[in-house]
């Protein structure tokens, strides 16, 4: 049962040293009961006041890991409804449907796919992660799922109807915490059984909201944490509606029986491939912890990857490069140094684009907290003063003695000022504004 913020007041060392960002203890209490602090931002709660607090601090939306090693998926732990409140955490696992009827070659095909397939997106690799096995024979769901974890080392989700078939396939998998798939009405008592045995996550499915509450219920009652809920939407709508509402039920309400992450199987609700895009997008835009598909083909899980990736980025941390001097196609003393910042979008476009070149080049990476280029000027962060001391000390001189550096384009204004400030036979010269066209001026300045 969640604890109410004077409850967990009652608990805390009532101090009110701030440490925690919160004013007093009772903010701080007031806010982890509703979910929006975490219990180890105090660093003076007792042993037994953790265990006392366990339940209050748990996240609204449990956390939930499917898989092992690489391939792991950690969904949940979310306590916002909205990504500007706080942040969201934990990235969909995107993964794709194995069924009874491919044959071998499909299926080793798709599991291939599935180990090696991996987007690099502003320093991040983004990949699908789970294979969901679905198989009405027992011994081939078995089967299929050995080979699936021999091939890919995926999460998997077991997909059957019948404890003892997911008993069987998930056995010998147990380690690697696949997912059982699914607890009904029906069969709840009996794979709840299994799970409990085997120590795996385990899926419970509904009709409706008020039965999958009920369920979800059931599984606290027996002191189940990793649970993932399927609200068998039918329609886009449906979707919309069941996600958002299981969400706001447990942020808004901290209703814990509703405080699990989700599973979506677009694959499952149309045969049209483009209107199971957009069945993916919703899931993946409204909260769904797994989404899974019916191929791996890159047209559509890249897309879905960078909206996934787009959304679960922290809003207050703009994504940054670490300060310091990088070198592209081998440089050498006499390449051309570019500087410029350390938003990730700015270095990967502009050392890309340098890359392309083949002209051997050192990009000069400048802290500005990972602004890009025109905000950091015009914060006074990317500007004269703050530039020449930063190249002095950055070590170029030492690699490329020839003291002349290349601005972007859009600082243009900045170029007579920044000579002034280095001084000493430095020359700044303005490149281009769009990184397109980097290539063909580095080509130039190379010919120069
Ligand atoms: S850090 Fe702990 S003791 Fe200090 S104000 Fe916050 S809750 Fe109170």
């Known amino acids: 049962m969640a604890l109410s913020g004077l409850q967990i007041f009652k608990l805390l060392a009532k101090t009110n040293c701030k440490e925690c960002g919160f004013p007093t203890c009772m903010a701080f209490a007031m806010q982890l009961a509703a979910g929006k602090a975490e219990l180890d931002q105090c660093p003076y709660v007792s042993d037994e006041a953790k265990a006392a607090l366990g339940e209050a601090s748990a996240p609204p939306v449990r956390k939930v890991t499917v898989g092992a090693g690489d391939l792991a998926v950690t969904v949940g732990e979310e306590t916002v409804m909205y ?63 050995a080979k699936a974890d021999a091939e890919s080392g995926a999460a998997l989700v077991l997909m059957h109807d019948d404890a003892a078939a997911l008993k069987a396939a998930a056995e010998p998998l147990k380690d690697k915490k696949p997912l059982l798939y699914a607890a009904t009405e029906a069969n709840f008592d009996a794979v709840a059984a299994v799970a409990k045995e085997l120590d795996v996550p385990f899926a419970i499915k509904a009709d409706t909201l008020g039965a999958l509450a009920d369920l979800g219920q059931k599984a606290l009652d027996m002191d189940f944490k990793e ?73 559509r899980t890249l897309p879905l990857l960078y909206l996934g990736q787009n959304i679960y980025t922290d809003p207050q941390k703009p994504m940054q490069m670490d300060q310091g001097v990088y070198p592209i196609n081998d440089p050498t003393a006499d390449s051309p140094i570019l500087v410029t910042t350390n938003f990730s979008l700015t270095y990967f476009t502009v050392s890309s684009e340098v890359e392309a070149s083949k002209v051997p080049a050192w990009l ?74 980097i290539p063909k001026f580095l080509r130039q300045w190379s010919a120069n």
């Not at 500007?84 to 291939?112: W, Y």
């Not at 068998?232 to 814990?256: C, E, H, M, N, P």
Request: with cysteine; net charge negative.
């Open 227 to 299: 649970v993932v809920l399927d609200p068998s939407s039918a329609t886009l709508g449906d979707v919309l509606q069941d996600q958002t509402l299981i969400r706001r039920a447990a942020i808004k309400k901290t209703f814990r029986a509703l405080g699990f992450p989700t599973i979506g199987f677009p694959c499952l609700m149309t045969d049209d491939r483009l209107l199971e895009i957009v069945y993916a997008s919703v899931f993946i835009t409204k909260y769904a912890g797994i989404v899974i598909l019916s191929d791996l083909d890159p047209a």
């Open 364 to 437: 000069v990476i400048m802290d500005v907290e990972g602004q890009s280029v025109l905000t950091a000027w015009a914060a006074g962060k990317f500007v004269a003063d703050a530039i020449a001391p930063f190249l002095k000390k950055s070590g170029i001189e030492e690699k490329a003695p020839h003291k002349k550096i290349i601005i972007p384009g859009y600082v243009a204004q900045i170029s007579g000022e920044l000579e002034e400030e280095l001084g000493d036979g430095w020359e700044v010269q303005v490149g281009v504004r769009e990184a397109a066209d």
């Open 83 to 145: 990504r500007h409140e706080k942040r969201f955490e934990n990235m969909p696992g995107l993964g794709v449907l194995i069924t009874e009827d491919m044959d071998d070659a499909q299926v080793s095909s798709l599991l291939g796919t599935l180990k090696e397939q991996q987007f690099n997106y502003v320093g991040r690799t983004l990949r699908p992660r789970v294979a969901a096995i679905k198989a009405a024979d027992a011994g081939r769901l078995a089967a299929l799922a």
